[in-house]
């Protein structure tokens, strides 16, 4: 693979709203309109679609209906269909349905792991390796890419920011793995662009086989700025939720993931590709306030994008 | 003077809000409340804060006052007060009072100046040489800086975005007026990232004796990230407004400045000196929703700085 160079002149959009986005919700969202949902998702150019996360249903209700969800999308080429699993359990349930990938999901601290998964990061590593042999084992192995979400990966709401160090010890023990594929995450929008592009850089030259993943919530403001700095560090995979949904249900203060249409207008105005087709996304997200039945941090639906031109005022 | 060099360690904010953050507000807000406002501000390290704007009472009724408040508000050392003034009318209103600098305006685009300030830029910067030739034989004028804001610097609501040759050659005009404080206004937030930090290393690099400022909107949620952008630039000075207050009544789809405590929050966990003991400035924060009766955008105020630690839930 060629060393990636800084400032990206392509990148790559992870929907993770119907996952992210849904999983804090707190009325259920019916399952023939999340289909509706992806599938219109599925046709803007979207590189990737975190359709939905196979975990407990009594953790997160919201998403009770994984598999019929997986199952009723409509697959388009080359968009991949990629869903969050927790555990050794979620991973059989996911490799039953016709997915591209499965992202498991571990925290970069100890009390967020307690927290979120009742796991310490020792445990979930051990218990990756137990689901890296169980994938390779299945039928479907050939099929499937593994990627691992590192959360609180820059700072966690119980313990503060997250040491580098940390968190590079971390990406080691999931390289050693064997995993080539991870996603930074800023669980509560804690990083800043400095930590960002300082984190990126060094992961980038460690391992350039490795595919990162930047994923940022907006709760501070900072989620384009960190998104900015982690691209010009070389990342071309961002996670995004449409409209801003999203938080973590067991991390107190999150809020939003970085706004999907805002991060490819920002992206697409400074002439960066995205592969996505903005206007097709735009009209998707304004169907979101009916969908969730509140409205949406996004602010491109509501201001129109960059070249937006006005009539002028008659005095 | 020494070459900036980008990715300053020190920066300073320019306060906007009683100014830019008012004008645009519906209700009244009573002198006294204006002057406490600004007395706070003026408390907690702001470089500077543009306390009102000497305009046309009727143009502007929230600012009707602005005498009052200037004459009004406790002076304090290291805190410069500046003013915004549209003519030259403006100027002897300005200068009969105590401020350390004033702040003309002028568009770089034809219709925002014409529905701005009916005026023409090439009518702007005509007025600015008389305005200068005022400030100049006025017996304060040793102690008076002349600033210049140039609105729809990286585009118009009327006429889309400003080609970067046309804003060059305005701020070329500007600096051969005399003038030697620059700020580039993006005054409804079309500018991305890209186009920022080239306009400023452009600037920069030609007029190194020159005092550029930016001054962003959020309207496209790009405020933050635009700042970044100056910064890594070279661009030391900011503009924002508390709260993310503001819009230009006069720009069809203007909604509110880069918010100020956001701004300091963002570099100062960056480990940016900006000047601004940010919790004292998040306090100030606090008081704004009665200030303006009504929410406001900034985010830091409602999710807490960067290291905020919540406690463990109890399962």
């Known amino acids: 693979m060629l060393k990636q160079l800084p400032c990206p002149e392509r990148i790559e959009i992870n929907e993770v709203g119907p996952r992210d986005g849904l999983q804090i919700e707190k009325r259920f969202v019916p399952t023939e309109d999340k289909i509706r949902w992806i599938d219109a998702l599925s046709q803007t150019g979207l590189a990737r679609i975190e359709a939905t996360s196979f975990t407990s249903p009594k953790a997160i209700p919201n998403l009770r209906d994984a598999a019929e969800v997986v199952n009723g999308i409509q697959r388009r080429e080359g968009v991949e269909i990629t869903v969050l699993v927790p555990n050794l359990k979620g991973v059989e349930r996911a490799l039953a349905c016709d997915v591209d990938e499965i992202n498991l999901v571990m925290s970069a601290s100890e009390s967020h792991g307690l927290a979120n998964l009742r796991m310490t990061p020792e445990q979930s590593l051990a218990q990756f390796a137990a689901i890296l042999d169980a994938v390779r084992a299945h039928p479907r192995a050939q099929n499937v890419f593994v990627n691992a979400s590192l959360s609180t990966t820059f ?148 201001a129109g994008k960059w070249d937006r031109r006005y009539a002028m005022p008659t005095h």
């Open 155 to 302: 700072g966690c709401p119980f313990e503060g920011i997250v040491p580098q160090a940390r968190a590079l010890d971390l990406i080691a023990r999931l390289v050693e793995l064997g995993i080539t594929g991870i996603t930074l995450c800023d669980t509560t929008g804690m990083a800043n662009p400095a930590q960002v592009k300082a984190l990126c850089e060094a992961v980038i030259a460690r391992w350039p086989e490795v595919a990162f993943t930047l994923h940022v919530h907006n709760t501070r403001g900072m989620g384009l700025a960190n998104a900015l700095a982690a691209w010009q560090a070389g990342i071309t995979r961002f996670d995004a939720a449409l409209g801003g949904l999203g938080g973590c249900p067991f991390a107190p203060g999150a809020t939003g993931n970085v706004c999907t249409e805002d991060l490819v207008h920002m992206f697409e105005a400074m002439g960066v590709d995205t592969g996505v087709d903005l206007d097709a996304l735009l009209e998707v997200a304004t169907t979101l306030p009916e969908l969730v039945g509140h409205d949406v941090p996004g602010q491109v639906v509501k």
